[in-house]
């Protein structure tokens, strides 16, 4: 080892680990941050690059995983769970129907569905002959006891956080249908899963950080002169870290086209030339558009797969086009002319109105289907909000390409070929599998999977052909394909990206040069 090159190569980070810490010591991110004053992404650079260099070790890995109150968490905490205010009007004030409850407890109608369900199996409400809902006088089941409990606990814990390693077997039972790892569906708890790493010097080490003090390195050095110490006088007192004028300058590169952007325009000139005409909509929907003509109940969990952005101010929109909302509303509640029997609740018009950001693209191929020409191919590139959990591979804010064929001779077959097609000849991917898959708003409903070199095997999107429920209630009486890629991830493959952040990275020159080299 070069022991002066390593040096040259040292930042203050590593420095001040290099001298402070011998072999014998368990280093940690913790560690850092209260011995050396660190924040958690200095202590993970510093160890990131004595690994590099080979200066430190893992030694071992441990996981957690915390359970953290949510704003809603704090609301049931001194309003009470949905049951609980059921329960308790119901008690006081005799049977009701769905659409009362929801008016006199001023919460929604798919919410007093979701309680209801629950509770009438386990024998704590009933519905009576006249299709509303009573008390049978059972009391609340553990589960709400539990529940109220851990909220309880959660609040009065250090940040409001409670770790899995300390419930018991039934608080970990409850805990499960209490939160969710990704998204702001109201549920009290919100799971965050952590690791942590242990690191220790190698003996390679000794020789570097003795030579860091026979040379009078502190990791004290200045690293850039501020105005305010140019003003004290303050930089005159100090020792400067050295600069190496050999590393070459930024490149300057004249305008063009984001990368990103070239791709989506790709894919356009790609589908058109296939024959496909274009649709688009606005960013803001309605849930009718987003979620009820697309057969999802408005009760059901099928809702939670889609975290949204609800509008503040208008919170609903004046009125839904008609006959599309009797359509709709007709096929929920009793199959309408579908030839099924819906999904046997009282559709909630005041619901349906509410308006929120797009969720997913699927609402265009809604709003085309009854302007759509028989035979017909239409596809859309949208952009999509939906409450996530940022990572390589998921945005809050991303772009879908969603499309539908529709005629009397297309079916599963003509469906696989067009995902073979984005998979391929699109994404470049050369590893593609398909996985059964639920959508309520097809039938049947699959996966398509691409393998990418650094990130293994992840979801493409989903496809399907639509259900009679959502065709029929649009006026279309043949069948029709339906996509939903994540366009975003399709172009990972095609720009050699390993990262969904990086597209819209401020770092645009990385992306060119990953593309380059693809």
Avoid at 89 to 100: C, D, T, Y
Avoid at 173 to 196: D, H, N, W, Y
Avoid at 216 to 242: C, Q
Avoid at 357 to 383: C, D, E, M, N, W
Wanted: proline residues 4%; charged residues 25%.
């Amino acid at each position: 080892m070069d022991i002066s090159s390593v040096i040259k190569n040292l930042h203050p980070l590593e420095t001040k680990v290099l001298l402070r810490y011998g072999l014998k010591d368990e280093l940690t991110s913790a560690k850092l941050q209260s011995e050396l004053g660190y924040k958690e992404g200095h202590a993970n650079q510093a160890f990131s690059w004595l690994m590099g260099k080979e200066l430190l070790s893992e030694v071992a890995r441990t996981p957690h995983t915390y359970y953290e109150l949510t704003d809603f968490g704090r609301k049931v905490q001194s309003e009470g769970f949905v049951e609980e205010k059921i329960v308790s009007l119901l008690q006081k004030e005799g049977a009701k129907s769905m659409p009362e409850i929801a008016a006199a407890l001023n919460i929604e109608g798919k919410d007093v569905g979701s309680a209801f369900g629950p509770l009438s199996k386990e024998g704590v409400l009933q519905m009576n002959a006249e299709k509303k809902a009573e008390a049978t006088g059972k009391p609340l089941p553990q589960r709400i006891t539990v529940a109220k409990a851990l909220v309880q606990k959660a609040a009065a814990a250090e940040n409001a956080t409670l770790d899995a390693k300390d419930l018991s077997e039934e608080e970990k039972q409850v805990m499960a249908g209490l939160t969710k790892k990704r998204g702001v569906s109201e549920t009290p708890f919100r799971t965050i899963e952590r690791e942590t790493v242990v690191y220790k010097l190698k003996e390679a080490f000794e020789k570097v950080a003795e030579a860091l003090k026979k040379a009078g390195v502190t990791g004290n050095e200045i690293g850039e002169i501020t105005p305010a110490m140019l003003a004290s006088g303050e930089w005159k007192k100090g020792t400067f870290r050295g600069y190496n004028i050999g590393v070459p300058p930024a490149r300057i590169i004249p305008g063009r086209t984001n990368p990103y952007v070239q791709f989506l325009e790709s894919v356009k000139d790609k589908l058109c030339s296939l024959g496909f005409e274009e649709f688009d909509g606005p960013l803001v929907e309605t849930e009718f558009w987003n979620g009820d003509a697309l057969f999802m109940p408005q009760f059901h969990a099928a809702r939670d797969i889609h975290d949204v952005y609800r509008i503040k101010n208008p919170t609903h929109a004046k009125a839904i086009e008609e006959p599309y909302l009797s359509n709709v509303k007709a096929v929920h509640e009793n199959g309408g002319n579908s030839g099924s029997r819906g999904w046997n609740y009282q559709f909630d018009n005041e619901f349906t109105r509410r308006l929120i950001l797009r969720s997913q693209g699927t609402v265009l191929s809604a709003h085309q289907l009854h302007k759509a020409k028989i035979p017909g191919k239409y596809f859309g590139i949208a952009r999509c909000f939906r409450y996530d959990k940022v990572d390589a591979t998921h945005l809050s804010d991303f772009y879908q390409t969603e499309g539908i064929v529709l005629g009397n001779d297309v079916n599963l077959r003509t469906l696989l070929g067009f995902l073979e097609m984005f998979a391929k000849e699109i994404a470049g991917a050369t590893e593609v599998k398909y996985v059964p898959g639920y959508f309520p708003f097809t039938e049947p409903s699959i996966e398509v999977h691409i393998k990418h070199p650094k990130l293994g095997w992840f979801e493409l999107g989903g496809s399907g052909i639509f259900r009679p429920e959502v065709t029929k209630a649009m006026g279309i009486d043949v069948p029709v394909l339906a996509w939903g890629i994540g366009i975003d991830r399709m172009a990972l493959m095609a720009l050699g990206l390993n990262d969904l952040r990086e597209l819209f990275s401020e770092d645009i020159e990385r992306v060119r040069l990953r593309k380059a080299k693809f």
